[in-house]
């Protein structure tokens, strides 16, 4: 069993950065791959970023790429979500996911934290 616990949600203006962390309990973090979803009011869950367990592979959604970047501490069991020139439509619950691997990551995890909300305004 893996915990997940996300933080440093919050309201933003657009133009704005935020920094989202996940950490994670129960095992050994640093065997698995590690992600960020996101889901706005009304719509589906999707994929924002993910990355592999040593943290030399990463990929990202188009709609974030070249704004968020998805680093990992392994000391820490901790993965983050650094983005950058928020939008307002990035507004949504994030959700960080472990997944055994990282080739499928982009489907979803094995394991789910609560989520955090990011709020961007106009």
């Known amino acids: 069993q893996v915990q997940l616990a996300e933080s440093g949600g919050g309201l933003v203006q657009a133009g704005d950065s935020l920094r989202l962390s996940c950490a994670a309990s129960g095992r050994t973090a640093s065997d698995y791959a590690m992600g960020w979803f996101r889901q706005a009011p009304g719509k589906d869950r999707e994929f924002v970023g993910a990355i592999s367990p040593s943290g030399r592979l990463t990929a990202y959604a188009d709609s974030v790429r070249g704004r968020f970047t998805i680093a990992r501490e392994n000391a820490k069991s901790t993965v983050y979500l650094q983005m950058n020139s928020l939008k307002p439509e990035d507004t949504a619950v994030y959700y960080c996911?472990?997944?055994?691997?990282?080739?499928?990551?982009?489907?979803?995890?094995?394991?789910w934290g609560q989520g955090t909300q990011v709020t961007v305004s106009s």
């Open positions: 996911a472990i997944n055994r691997a990282y080739a499928t990551m982009r489907r979803g995890g094995d394991y």
